[in-house]
């Protein structure tokens, strides 16, 4: 059965997630929730979701660059990143800059680079790249540009959805789903 959902993005959307080589993601208001919370010794805690990680750990399956892109300067959005093994760029001044240099090394044009983010830092990138995406929470200034919303809001899925899309527009999404699936039963 194919890929059901695929039909549920605007044309457009799609054939812009299907060029997509490079995601990159911002880290707090994406693949968190937003809230900076700290410990009674000042050490930053941070809460992802399990779903967001596994949809990043599948683009790379698939060969798509991944990278965390954040202006703030977060051991937690290091190890998380470490641990899903993909990069992460913490302490981001200029992050169209860090887009730019990533997609150079990944000899990536910038219509192949998808961009998540929710709030002003993320809207030097949008306008640059192929796919912006924003959580269904992101501040208003950023979600009224960019070329997609997820309807969960960051920390809560919303990267999955971004990834779902991204894999089922290049046609990965039954695949995965099938290899995720006991022997003997059908996507």
């Not at 399956?61 to 051991?75: F, N």
């Not at 979600?143 to 809001?153: G, L, N, P, Q, Y």
């Given at each position: 059965?194919p890929y059901s959902?695929?039909?549920?993005?605007?044309?457009?959307?799609?054939?812009?997630?299907s060029?997509?080589?490079l995601?990159c993601f911002?880290?707090?208001?994406t693949l968190?929730?937003?809230?900076l919370?700290?410990d009674?010794?000042?050490?930053?805690l941070k809460?992802?979701?399990?779903?967001d990680?596994l949809g990043?750990?599948?683009?790379?399956?698939?060969?798509?660059?991944?990278a965390?892109?954040?202006?703030?300067a977060?051991?937690?959005?290091e190890?998380r990143?470490a641990?899903?093994g993909?990069q992460a760029f913490?302490?981001v001044?200029d992050?169209l800059?860090?887009?730019r240099?990533?997609?150079?090394?990944?000899?990536?044009?910038?219509?192949?680079?998808?961009?998540?983010?929710d709030?002003?830092?993320?809207?030097k990138?949008?306008?640059?790249?192929?796919?912006s995406i924003?959580?269904?929470n992101?501040?208003?200034?950023v979600?009224e540009?960019v070329?997609?919303r997820?309807a969960?809001?960051?920390?809560d899925?919303?990267?999955?959805?971004?990834?779902?899309?991204?894999?089922a527009?290049?046609?990965?999404?039954?695949?995965?789903?099938a290899?995720?699936l006991p022997?003997g039963v059908?996507?």
């Amino acid at each position: 059965m194919p890929y059901s959902h695929l039909n549920d993005y605007p044309a457009d959307i799609r054939e812009r997630a299907s060029r997509v080589r490079l995601a990159c993601f911002d880290v707090d208001g994406t693949l968190t929730d937003g809230r900076l919370t700290f410990d009674s010794e000042g050490r930053e805690l941070k809460s992802f979701h399990v779903h967001d990680g596994l949809g990043l750990v599948m683009l790379r399956k698939v060969g798509i660059t991944v990278a965390l892109v954040t202006a703030r300067a977060s051991a937690v959005a290091e190890r998380r990143a470490a641990e899903l093994g993909i990069q992460a760029f913490t302490a981001v001044s200029d992050k169209l800059a860090c887009v730019r240099s990533l997609a150079e090394t990944h000899a990536v044009s910038l219509d192949e680079v998808a961009f998540m983010g929710d709030d002003l830092p993320d809207l030097k990138v949008m306008p640059h790249v192929g796919l912006s995406i924003a959580p269904a929470n992101a501040h208003r200034w950023v979600s009224e540009r960019v070329h997609w919303r997820s309807a969960r809001a960051g920390g809560d899925g919303a990267v999955r959805e971004a990834c779902d899309l991204l894999l089922a527009a290049q046609g990965h999404a039954e695949r995965l789903l099938a290899e995720a699936l006991p022997t003997g039963v059908q996507a």
